[in-house]
Structure formats: C-alpha cells, structure tokens
C-alpha cells in the first residue's frame, strides 16, 4: 500500500478542511485506514481511524465532536472532515493503514500497528 493525501491548506481558526486519502491502483477495502499528524518538535499522533466496515470509528480526545472520518468504497477513498479547526490541529496530516483480510471488521486499529505511509498534508490553522 501507498497512500496519497490531499486537502490541506491555510484556513483560520473556526474554519473547515475536509481531507482525502487514496491509494492509487490499489484496494484497501479490508483495511483499517488511520489518520495521523505531526507538529514541528512533536511525535507523531494519531487522530481518527475507521474500520474496515466503515462503521466504527475512533478518536482522539483533542478532536471528539470536531473532526470525522468516513470511507468511500466505491472511490477507494478515507476522508477526514474537520471542523471548527483550532491553531493547535496544524501540523502534517498522514493517512496509513493496519489490520487486513483476516481481522474482524469492526476493529479500528491500534495506533501503533499502522504502518504504510503517504508523505502527508499540511494544514496550517491560524489565529
């Protein structure tokens, strides 16, 4: 798997970004498909994941009501929505995959069993 990102930017506070992830030439339908960012001087965390069903999904506290994650089968798509964007969410945005064929559906992943990265998106959030 590679994965592509796309739809960061520049956007102010209190503002809406939606971001796409895709890997081209290559299904990942039975994939836990995770998102992540990393902030000058900080470790890598993650923020949403979605499970291979779509139907469950998991958060980081800091994003809980703000952001949202879904999948688009059809287009071998994993977006995330994010709103009411706040300076502290710039960083660079990375999607990255875990579980497969063999897992339950509803697993949403553990984030330190994602692997296969995109070289990510930046999306700046200013004051």
């Known amino acids: 798997l590679q994965f592509v990102e796309s739809g960061g930017g520049l956007v102010q506070s209190g503002g809406s970004l939606r971001l796409s992830c895709t890997a081209p030439r290559v299904k990942f339908d039975y994939y836990v498909i995770g998102w992540f960012r990393q902030a000058p001087g900080k470790e890598r965390e993650g923020v949403a994941s979605?499970?291979?069903?779509?139907?469950?999904?998991n958060y980081v506290d800091s994003v809980k009501g703000r952001f949202t994650i879904s999948r688009d089968k059809a287009k071998n798509t994993v977006y995330l929505q994010m709103n009411n964007l706040k300076p502290e969410d710039t960083g660079r945005y990375f999607c990255?995959?875990?579980?497969?064929?063999?897992?339950?559906?509803?697993?949403?992943?553990?984030?330190?069993?994602?692997?296969?990265w995109g070289p990510g998106t930046q999306v700046t959030v200013s004051s």
């Open positions: 979605i499970s291979s069903s779509g139907l469950s999904t």
């Open positions: 990255a995959a875990d579980g497969g064929p063999y897992y339950d559906t509803e697993y949403y992943g553990n984030w330190s069993e994602f692997g296969s």
